[in-house]
């Protein structure tokens, strides 16, 4: 299947094997032990999502995502910021 890579959206960095990944890496930091890259990707018209089954896939609206890091994670939570600097036409 051809996916269009569009833009790198966000880079978040983990300085060490503990669970906290800051969008920066820390001024403490060398050599950051993972790199974690989000892409905006461009999916074909019609498509099929592989979700093993003890996870759920959910559709959920940006404005749900926002300042909802409890929720949803820093990461996930940060994507409407992130995406804010694109404009999108809906065809």
């Given amino acids: 299947m051809d996916w ?5 959206v966000g880079n978040w ?3 060490n094997f503990e669970p ?5 890496v820390p001024a403490h930091m060398t050599k950051p ?3 974690r890259r989000l892409y905006l990707v461009q999916l074909p018209e019609k498509a ?3 979700v093993p ?4 896939l959910v559709a ?3 404005f749900e995502l926002y300042d909802n890091s409890a ?6 939570s940060s994507l409407p910021q992130a995406l804010s600097r694109f404009n999108f036409i809906y065809n």
């Fill in 53 to 56: 089954r003890n996870y759920k």
């Fill in 33 to 35: 032990k993972e790199h």
């Fill in 48 to 50: 099929l999502f592989a």
């Fill in 20 to 24: 906290p990944q800051y969008p920066y």
């Fill in 13 to 15: 960095w983990r300085p």
């Fill in 4 to 8: 269009t890579i569009e833009d790198t």
């Fill in 60 to 62: 959920a609206p940006l």
């Fill in 71 to 76: 929720g949803y994670g820093p990461i996930i």
